[in-house]
């Protein structure tokens, strides 16, 4: 699970269609995304967490996590927002929103079977809670097929609608009309034979080193005061060493990562639905171009090489400055991300890291994100005290995301009025509530 991710805020306006047809509308993807949609003051929050670590200390990180979740939820203007384990919370006064959405990753945690109990109670208080009590229809897609390697995702989709919102259908994938939500219902299990979403799991070719890969994706389709748009929670592959990571630019989990996602993007765009604007928002496990940030981190470094007794296989690389001692600037091993000055990752946000943020460029014209003003949302140290501090196991990078479709994108910054409509942010900074972007 991830502490302190991105959040955001936005205020899409109709799309003009030919008559008859559904208006377009969609949701910037990054964790979270609140903002009007629609017609003029539907406000739509969208949120994408990474969760699994909440289900290893669920009375402490549960907790905390809800929180910060419901002071978004009731948060003045809609945007996107991302929870870390502990920075201080940026509390936004401001409507709810009319639509959430919330899209968990690594839903139920590492051992999903030991955390069902978890699982529940966590359903359950999210769908029942006096936070939540506003919002009288709800639709829970969770993923709980893990005894299925062949299809378990572990993602977990939510969808809560308020009560003061009128007309709000989804749509059947299965007999391709909408129908109107009422009520709240949860799915799980199998969600292969839920005709009201699409749900696949990367073939496991795609990264045949990880045995036991969950990564996929969930698709829904809405419509809302005549605009129809999908929601697509997503959970991209990690880079599984950094040393391989480091050996060339960009790297072999960078490939793996654009094919997966490339694959998605045809999905959800080929011929057997008519089109919609689109927004994916999950875990994208997008990083920074390894080689290139260590050779800049470590221009004037010496380079040792640590190699296995037996193996004579590489395991360790260790970065020391030519003089002042040869202090040591990084060490480097297959899980192992040790740099001797984390402020670099934090100054400004990481605006110098930026230009090493490469992923997304190879799928220019077909996703558009807003800019990122916020420091990397992975990965934070899951202990509460250290909430601000990130984990040495990887070079932090902007993992988890908000991304959109062109014609998303036209809804979203074609703003009504001249008030900014779109925020783009962290959430709770200051408190310990791992992976949540709003």
Not at 20 to 29: C, D, Q, S
Not at 397 to 402: K, L, N, P, S, T
């Amino acid at each position: 699970m991830r502490p302190g991710r991105p959040s955001a805020q936005l205020t899409p306006r109709r799309a003009e269609t030919p008559a008859g047809r559904l208006r377009r509308a969609a949701a910037p993807a990054q964790a979270a995304m609140a903002g009007k949609a629609a017609s003029p003051g539907t406000a739509v929050l969208l949120v994408t967490a990474n969760v699994g670590s909440l289900f290893d200390d669920p009375e402490n990180l549960q907790k905390n996590w809800l929180r910060e979740f419901y002071q978004v939820v009731h948060a003045h203007r809609p945007h996107f927002l991302a929870l870390t384990p502990a920075s201080p919370p940026q509390v936004v006064h401001a409507h709810r929103p009319h639509f959430l959405a919330l899209h968990c990753q690594e839903f139920g945690g590492k051992n999903y079977e030991a955390s069902m109990s978890h699982v529940d109670k966590f359903v359950k208080e999210l769908l029942s809670s006096d936070a939540m009590k506003e919002y009288n229809r709800a639709r829970v897609y969770l993923d709980e097929n893990y005894k299925s390697q062949e299809h378990f995702t572990a993602l977990g989709s939510f969808y809560f609608l308020h009560e003061s919102l009128k007309n709000i259908y989804q749509f059947d994938f299965k007999a391709k009309k909408y129908k109107k939500v009422t009520g709240k219902e949860i799915y799980s299990d199998t969600l292969e034979s839920t005709p009201m979403l699409e749900k696949e799991k990367f073939p496991q070719d795609y990264f045949p080193e990880c045995k036991w890969s969950r990564k996929g994706f969930l698709r829904t389709r809405w419509c809302l005061a005549d605009c129809a748009f999908d929601l697509v929670n997503i959970h991209l592959f990690h880079d599984a060493s950094n040393l391989v990571a480091w050996e060339t630019s960009p790297s072999v989990y960078s490939g793996i990562r654009h094919k997966a996602l490339g694959y998605v993007l045809d999905r959800i765009s080929d011929q057997r639905f008519q089109k919609a604007s689109y927004f994916v928002f999950g875990d994208f496990n997008f990083r920074l171009d390894s080689k290139s940030v260590v050779e800049t981190l470590c221009t004037k470094a010496t380079m040792q090489t640590v190699r296995a007794a037996d193996t004579n296989e590489v395991v360790k690389l260790i970065f020391r400055e030519s003089d002042n001692d040869r202090k040591v600037m990084l060490q480097l091993e297959k899980k192992l991300f040790d740099y001797f000055n984390q402020e670099v990752f934090r100054d400004d946000n990481g605006t110098a890291l930026l230009e090493f943020d490469k992923e997304l460029s190879v799928f220019k014209d077909r996703l558009y994100e807003l800019d990122i003003s916020f420091p990397p949302s992975y990965p934070y140290s899951e202990d509460c005290s250290q909430g601000r501090q990130y984990m040495n196991t990887r070079c932090p990078a902007w993992c988890d995301r908000v991304l959109m479709s062109p014609s998303a994108k036209e809804l979203v910054l074609r703003s009504e009025s001249e008030e900014k409509v779109v925020t783009y942010d962290h959430i709770g900074p200051s408190a310990c509530t791992p992976g949540l972007e709003v």
